[in-house]
């Protein structure tokens, strides 16, 4: 369950940057390959927000399509989760470009009343 550090490192992260505000929305981007469920990320981050700055926030999930460039035509295309030919020439020589990552695409802080 790394989701739940990864939503520690988050809300300290949404603590930094807020400077005391309260969050209304965080979005953020998750890799198909990233081994994350975003089912858990939401989970867990609705249990570890209460207390903190981001308690009335709702975070929104996108995910990041897997791309890959192929070292042999050069080409990139988008492949399906762990098929990373090259649909052109189908090579193996591939490197994978998007689609590990996770990260805060950003973060909305609630108006001043
Ligand atoms: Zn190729």
Excluded: R, W
């Excluded at 700055?53 to 399509?65: F, N, P, R, S, W």
């Amino acid at each position: 369950m790394h989701e739940y550090s990864i939503v520690q490192s988050m809300l300290s992260l949404c603590e930094k940057y807020s400077k005391g505000k309260e969050v209304d929305k965080i979005v953020v981007k998750i890799g198909k390959m990233s081994g994350i469920e975003p089912h858990f990320l939401k989970e867990s981050f609705n249990f570890f927000k209460e207390n903190t700055i981001c308690k009335d926030a709702t975070m929104q999930m996108e995910l990041i399509d897997i791309t890959i460039i192929c070292e042999n035509c050069g080409k990139k295309s988008k492949v399906d989760s762990y098929n990373f030919f090259c649909p052109y020439c189908k090579s193996g020589n591939t490197k994978v470009l998007t689609g590990q990552e996770m990260l805060i695409d950003y973060i909305e802080l609630k108006e001043e009343k």
